[in-house]
């Protein structure tokens, strides 16, 4: 009886014991890092979240201002299966990446993009996508699509400032690149953006202040068309050449609307007008001529026009070709070398894949001086 029963005990502490090991072991798995040999890696998007993608990344969906244009950048549209119905329906002419990509537009719509995306989850789930790429949403909707789709969301980022030289954007690249592979041509595109910004610098840094020409811009875009009165503080391109930005004087960076008699008051040597305003600032001259011939830049014939590039966000190769525009117009001298349509052609068909500035000209205006009649 006693062997019977110490038999009994044997088996029930080798069973316990067994089980006990089945359970660590589960355990032990649950919290098993994610390895690459499981087809899975974790990335740190630029909200900070972990997200866990596949290891292997073939087909993908952009969502937010500019979200495509970064993939575009990295020469990854075949990866595409998606797009937003903004991305097919608005005019592409400030979009340079739109243009040399009509077909884009023949992929199904995963939402209705624009300032506030909207992404449908379930025309989502239909495309498929192994990663979903995002920008300009809020946290807690990005989770909420990832949780909606059962898909790997990550957050990309063009940084606070519309500029085309900030840390966030060449992270923003560098973290798409390594999803999609395409880690060799995120340095490209970071270095280019660098050289470009090296080289507008390099030409202009050692000017004193006294020798430049004050400069201005308006027509810009801001919510909407804008003409004469919209302006921008430490406007990108005006930086990127060390230009005597008239409108820096009111010490704050970013948009600013100004009134005609401020105008008037800096009255800059030279003005720059977006053509994307250009139409409201051609009509309010008709209106009122005697107050645009008042400013020294329209009496001398130094007005000129720029290609609009905040259109869904900051178009980084537009804001580079107008900055070597702005170079030749402002300092002639030292950009002896540089045809601005030329170098325009060079920066887009890097960026984008295709020299798209002629179309650009065709239905924006282009680079050139502007008459007023």
């Known amino acids: 009886m006693i062997k019977k029963l110490m038999s009994l005990l044997t088996i029930l502490i080798v069973a316990v014991g067994f089980c006990g090991c089945m359970e660590q072991n589960t355990v032990e798995k649950k919290v098993q890092p994610v390895s690459e040999d499981a087809g899975m890696v974790k990335i740190v998007d630029l909200y900070g979240r972990e997200v866990e993608i596949p290891k292997e990344v073939n087909k993908i969906i952009c969502c937010g201002p500019g979200c495509l244009r970064l993939i575009i ?81 990550v957050v990309l980022s063009y940084g606070q400032l519309a500029t085309f030289n900030n840390e966030d954007l060449f992270k923003s690249l560098e973290l798409a690149g ?21 080289d507008l610098n390099e030409r202009t840094k050692d000017i004193p202040d006294d020798k430049k020409p004050s400069v201005y811009v308006g027509g810009i875009g801001y919510k909407g068309k804008h003409g004469i009165d919209s302006t921008q503080c430490k406007y990108p391109p005006f930086v990127a050449v060390n230009a005597k930005n008239v409108a820096d004087e009111l010490g704050k960076e970013g948009h600013a609307f100004i009134t005609k008699e401020q105008l008037l ?20 001259y008709k209106k009122n001529p005697e107050f645009y011939n008042s400013l020294k830049a329209f009496k001398n014939r130094e007005v000129y026009g720029l290609l609009p590039y ?3 966000t900051t178009n980084i190769g537009t804001a580079l070709a107008d900055a070597y525009y702005i170079g030749k117009v402002v300092y002639p001298d030292r950009f002896k070398d540089i045809n601005p349509e030329e170098k325009a052609d ?11 500035y002629s179309a650009m000209k065709e239905k924006l205006g282009g680079f050139k001086k502007l008459e007023f009649k």
């Not at 990446?97 to 989850?121: C, D, F, V």
């Not at 592979?181 to 490209?188: I, Q, S, T, V």
């Open 346 to 356: 060079e920066i887009f068909t890097f960026l984008v894949g295709r020299p798209v």
């Open 178 to 198: 390594k999803i999609l592979g395409k880690e060799g041509r995120a340095e490209e595109v970071i270095k280019f953006i660098k050289d470009c910004q090296n």
């Open 265 to 284: 008051k800096w009255n800059p040597d030279i003005i720059f007008v977006d053509e994307g305003g250009l139409s409201l600032v051609v009509e309010d």
């Open 73 to 153: 950048y990295l020469n990854a549209t075949d990866k595409v299966v998606g797009v937003e119905d903004a991305e097919k329906k608005w005019t592409p002419w400030g979009r340079p990446y739109r243009i040399a990509h009509p077909e884009l537009t023949e992929l199904p719509t995963i939402g209705q993009g624009g300032p506030s995306p909207k992404p449908n989850p379930e025309a989502i789930i239909q495309v498929k996508p192994d990663v979903i790429f995002v920008t300009y949403m809020p946290k807690d909707e990005v989770d909420a699509l990832q949780q909606k789709t059962g898909i790997p969301v």
């Open 310 to 312: 905040n259109f869904y």
